[in-house]
């Protein structure tokens, strides 16, 4: 009987040292995540390409409409367009590849008949019939 007493015993100090050592490597787990948390927290707080924040900086603004910033950019070309009215174009055959996302209908066929005007002040466009 003492055999089987013995067997038990060392049974239960391996179980032991085994759930110590679990607790132990789920205890340092837990620990080099939150610090890894923590570093990627500290990260994404920064300002732009991982610069620090300033504590006494303003908050930045963030435009949460987009459409809004397209339509204020499409007025900058259009203005834009205007203010080289007087420059004379260097070559006809040029391509434009245009971005008229987030517009409306009527603001996207403004600007292209703006463009086509500027391009061929003649009235007449190429592939058009006259």
Known sequence: ???????????????????????????????????????????????PRGWPMVPNDPPRAVNADPVTLRQAITE??????????????????????????GLTPEQAAAIITELQARQHPGGRQDGGSQ
């Not at 040292?17 to 570093?39: F, K, P």
């Not at 205007?82 to 996302?101: G, I, K």
Request: glycine letters at 10%; aromatic letters at 4%; zero cysteines.
């Open 76 to 101: 900058l070309q259009v203005q834009l367009l205007a203010a080289r009215a007087d420059v004379p174009a260097a070559d006809r055959s040029e391509h434009q590849h245009l971005h008229l996302h």
């Open 1 to 47: 009987m003492v055999g089987r007493s013995a067997t038990a015993t060392l049974l239960l100090v391996v179980l032991a040292v085994g759930g110590g050592a679990l607790v132990t490597a789920l205890i340092g787990y837990v620990v080099v995540t939150g610090r890894r948390y923590q570093q990627q927290e500290a990260w994404l707080n920064a300002g």
